[in-house]
């Protein structure tokens, strides 16, 4: 059996942390790449999404500089297996006293987006993007986050794909809208031992009966947020907004399955 080349380290304490990943990678090339993206994630720079950010090159015209060119091709070309590098993070943070989920913090279901011009790039179309707060061409991907008062880290990511990429559209059986994929990613954290007390959304998930459904028949804890204008049965004397509020509360897992407003 061949001897693996030495990597050359990552910054101080990263080094750590990045040498349990080093088996998931079966090249110099890609264990050099992992350590790059992982010290441009964490140092202190101006828009760390973008890649001439994370390999410390001046935008625009330094996208042709060979450490940008390598971490290109590390992140969209080199055969590392992404699922597996996700699932050995999140080993390591369930493992850690200081990060380990508990049953007092909450899952988070939200999606971002980011605009991308053309029409070539997986997963780009016309829709709502969050982060700028209207309708544009862009990449949304929907996401879990574990959170409690101390600490919070994301989980899993799967991005949506638009129905036009699909041949049959919005009837492919291979469409999946982001109220699925949110309902899926939070049963994949309860599966993979995240620990919670309730899965927690904003009105753009709790606003639909399915994600609800869909949370329930995986026997998950929620509290949802829904708009102002939605309404709820109440089989009582008439109450104001803010005691019906309080009456459909959530108190604790013993009582499951409820919205707020």
């Known amino acids: 059996m061949t ?36 010290a441009g994630l964490l140092l202190p720079r101006d828009r760390n999404k973008t890649l001439t950010c994370l390999a410390g090159t001046e935008p625009v015209v330094g996208a042709q500089h060979a450490a940008v060119q390598r971490l290109q091709f590390f992140l969209s070309e080199s055969t590392w297996d992404q699922d597996a590098v996700n699932a050995r993070r999140l080993e390591l943070l369930l ?12 899952l988070v279901v939200d999606d971002s987006g980011d605009r991308k011009d053309g029409s070539a790039t997986a ?20 996401t879990t986050c574990w959170a409690d008062e101390r600490v919070y880290y994301p989980l899993h990511a799967v991005p949506y794909t638009p129905a036009h990429h699909f041949p049959h559209g919005k009837s492919d059986p291979q469409f999946r809208t982001k109220l699925q994929i949110g309902a899926v990613l939070a049963r994949q954290a309860a599966e993979a031992g995240v620990s919670f007390r309730a899965v927690a959304a904003d009105c753009a998930y709790g606003d639909h009966d399915s994600f609800r459904r869909d949370l329930s028949a995986a026997h998950l804890p929620f509290v949802m947020a ?9 089989y009582q004397d008439a109450f104001r907004p803010v005691d019906a509020a309080r009456e459909l509360a959530w108190q604790g897992p013993e009582q499951q399955y409820r919205t707020v407003t």
């Open 226 to 234: 829904l708009k102002r204008g939605h309404g709820s049965w109440q």
């Open 3 to 38: 001897k693996r080349l030495p990597c050359p380290p990552a910054p101080g304490l990263l080094e750590a942390y990045a040498v349990r990943f080093d088996d998931l990678f079966s090249t110099l090339a890609q264990r050099r790449g992992f350590r790059e993206y992982l």
């Open 123 to 142: 997963h780009v179309g016309k829709q709502y993007l969050g982060s700028v707060g209207k309708i544009d061409r862009g990449v949304v991907t929907v």
């Open 95 to 106: 493992a850690d006293p200081a990060t380990a989920p508990h049953p007092g913090g909450v």
